[in-house]
Structure formats: C-alpha cells, structure tokens
C-alpha cells in the first residue's frame, strides 16, 4: 500500500510517519515537503520514505505529484498552523489551509479519485463556546475566532463539498490540542518545558507567557496519530469526527505540573506580547463518536507528555550545539 502524507515534516506528521512505519512496515510512506523545508523532524526516517517537492498553493506542483503516482490514502496535515501567526499573516493562512486544500482536492478528484482523504481539521473551528455547550460534540454551531480558525473551517467544508459533489473519500477530523517531543517552541506547551529546562540551567528566572487563564482539552500527539489512522480505516466518508481527551488543563494548571516535575517554582510573568487580539477560553471536547466507531483509546496521560517534552528540551539544550531544532510553524 503506498500512502501520502501532506506536511510529513512537521510536528504531527512526523509522528504520524513514525506510527505508520512502527505499526505497518511495509507501507511505502510518500510526503509532501516544500522546497527548503526543515526535515530534522524525519531525518531518522529518510531512508524509509519517499519525498516530493510541493507547494500546496501552487496547483501546477500538486498536480505533478498526482500525475506520476496514486496512493491508497491521503492525510492532509499541511498547513499553517499556528494561530497568532494568522493575525499576522492572514492571507497566507488562508492561501495554504483554504486554497492548499482545495488544490490537493482537486489533484485527487482528477487523478486519484478512489484515494481515502483524511482532512485534519482543529477543535479551533468551533472557537467561541457557551457554557451549556460543552463538551463540544461535532454538532456545535462553528463561531471561529481566528483567521486560523476561519482557515480550517474552509478546509473542513471544502472537504464535505468534494465528498457531496464528487463522491471522494472524505474524512474530516477536528482535532483538539496535541502536544509531544518535536512540538515548536512557538506553542505552550512546549514553550512552558522549554522555560522549565532554561530556568534549572540557571538561563531565566520564572516562566513568560501569554494568557494562563485559557483551558485547552490536551492529547498527547502519539494518540492523535493513532486517531487518524483509525479515522482514515473506519471514519464514514462526508463525516466530521473529533478527537480529544476530554480532559482540560488551563495554562496556569499546565506550569504548575511542569514546575513540580522540574523541581522548581511556578512563577509566570505575564507578556502581552504573547496576548492574542481574541483567544478561545476554554475548550473541552466529546469524542463519543470516534471512539464508538474505531474503539480507539488514549495510552498516554497528560504528566507522561510533560515528562518526554522536558526530557528533550534537556538534551536540546544541553548538547554541545544549544540550538532549538524544532522551530517549524508551517505543517500540522
Ligand atoms: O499552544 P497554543 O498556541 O495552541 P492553540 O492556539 O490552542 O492552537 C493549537 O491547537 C489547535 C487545536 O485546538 C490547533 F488547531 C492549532 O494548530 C494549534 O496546534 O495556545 C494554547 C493556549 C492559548 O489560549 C494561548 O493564548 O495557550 C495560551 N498561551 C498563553 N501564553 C500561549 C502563551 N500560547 C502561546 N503559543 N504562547 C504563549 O506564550
């Protein structure tokens, strides 16, 4: 079986690849890079997959890719995904999450159409949630509140316009927060591990960060992967599933774990460089649907993620180069 996977060079691609060849050996792994991407993510895995030079915005290289080979399934991570780089810069994260995914729809509708397509969506589409709401099941009403989640709510759609228009295999996932080793340092949690390691070197003196008062349904990445091959074996075509723990964790709450593992305070100062100009409060999701379906199960608990991301950070940042290589904010 030969698959495809988008953004196989960022944080959950890269994990992903991992499951895939930990579980299924003999599937021949295809990824999309762009040119000059940063591959330290997959360097352990090179000589096992195949990589192809893509820009998803630009129609032309993806269709090139479909040209000259099919695949069995497709998981499209791809993507800008960080969301205050959205305020940032709103059109490119559009162009890539909205656009990227309708030419990657287009290549397949052309020549790959019995293709399996995992569209990875995020629990930001459902963005502002009232109280009586939660936990969020996939049938809330979508109130996003970045250009980000704007982004992923397009992707999601075009997704189920592709699956009512054309008959393809469409699989949409919304998946809440996922962290893990390889996580950039632009994102909480592993900015929290990072400043935990920096301040048991002697490097800083209290945690800096944003809002701490935002609760986010965390899931350690290895499990979202499992999801989405779980997804793209059993999900029904044209259905939306999410993926989360159902457990929330605000900020405040995810420093005090990291310092007690550290062994050190819990002193934050508060940044405003690191607000954002609207942020989702809380986010607590219902996987009920995913789970009936796939049986799937968490295997790692929340402290076990801060214990391998602080682990890493120390042997980043104590190897004879001191360099943070996991600075990538362009794929899932
Ligand atoms: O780690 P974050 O940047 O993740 P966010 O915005 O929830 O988005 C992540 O999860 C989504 C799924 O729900 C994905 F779709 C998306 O691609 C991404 O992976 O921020 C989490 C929370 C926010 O409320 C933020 O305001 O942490 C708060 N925060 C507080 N201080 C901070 C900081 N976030 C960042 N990045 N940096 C801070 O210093």
């Known amino acids: 079986m030969k ?7 960022g944080f959950v691609g890269s994990h992903l690849t991992d499951f895939v060849l930990e579980h299924f050996p003999h599937i021949e792994i295809h990824g999309l890079i762009r040119r000059r991407s940063d591959i330290k993510n997959i360097q352990h895995r090179l000589s096992s997959i195949v990589l192809h030079e893509c820009d998803l915005t630009d129609s032309h290289s993806v269709d090139a890719v479909f040209r000259s080979q099919s695949f069995e399934k497709c998981f499209h991570l791809a993507g800008q995904s960080h969301v205050p780089t959205s305020w940032i810069r709103p ?14 729809l287009e290549s397949i509708r052309h020549h790959n159409k019995n293709c399996h397509v995992l569209i990875c969506g995020s629990s930001e589409e459902y963005g502002l949630v009232y109280e009586h709401e939660v936990p969020i099941t996939e049938d809330n009403p979508l109130r996003p509140l970045s250009p980000y989640a704007v982004s992923k709510v397009a992707a999601d759609f075009i997704g189920h316009v592709y699956f009512k228009s054309y008959g393809l295999h469409v699989v949409r996932s919304r998946a809440f927060n996922h962290e893990g080793v390889r996580r950039p340092e632009d994102f909480v949690l592993a900015k929290i591990t990072k400043q935990a390691v920096e301040i048991q070197l002697g490097r800083r003196t209290c945690f800096e960060l944003g809002n701490t008062d935002a609760t986010r349904d965390i899931t350690d990445v290895r499990d979202i992967v499992h999801a989405y091959w779980l997804l793209l074996e059993k999900g029904e075509p044209g259905e939306a599933y999410n993926i989360s723990s ?31 100009p609207a942020d989702v409060p809380r986010l607590l999701g219902d996987c009920t649907k995913m789970k009936q379906l796939t049986g799937w199960k968490r295997r790692y608990e929340i402290p076990d993620t801060i214990h391998d991301m602080i682990e890493n950070w120390r042997s980043v940042l104590t190897s004879s180069l001191d360099r943070s290589p996991f600075v990538e904010t362009q794929a899932e």
């Open 3 to 9: 698959i495809l996977i988008t953004g196989i060079s």
């Open 91 to 104: 059109i490119e994260t559009m162009n890539v999450n909205a656009n990227g995914t309708m030419n990657l």
């Open 246 to 276: 159902g457990k929330t964790y605000s900020i405040q709450e995810l420093v005090e774990m990291t310092a007690k593992q550290a062994g050190i305070p819990s002193q934050i100062e508060q940044n405003p460089k690191f607000l954002r």
